[in-house]
């Protein structure tokens, strides 16, 4: 179970709390320009694909 309290769960920059996430975007938008407030977009088939790869709870880091 993943356990990052004061990192990234329910500390000062808990991104559950702030509704950041990872998701789904249609494929008639844009990609590859900021239209979020801190999501990360993917094509939806994308999104089915990781789905199917990664456990729930799975620690991810976003590095530019």
């Not at 309290?5 to 950041?20: A, E, F, H, P, S």
């Not at 977009?41 to 590095?63: E, H, Q, W, Y």
């Amino acid at each position: 179970m993943w356990s990052g309290t004061g990192k990234n769960r329910l500390g000062d920059v808990d991104t559950m709390q702030r509704y950041i996430y990872i998701h789904g975007t249609p494929d008639t938008e844009p990609m590859g320009i900021p239209l979020s407030h801190g999501c990360i977009r993917m094509r939806c088939a994308d999104v089915v694909d990781l789905f199917s790869k990664v456990p729930s709870g799975t620690p991810v880091n976003i590095l530019e």
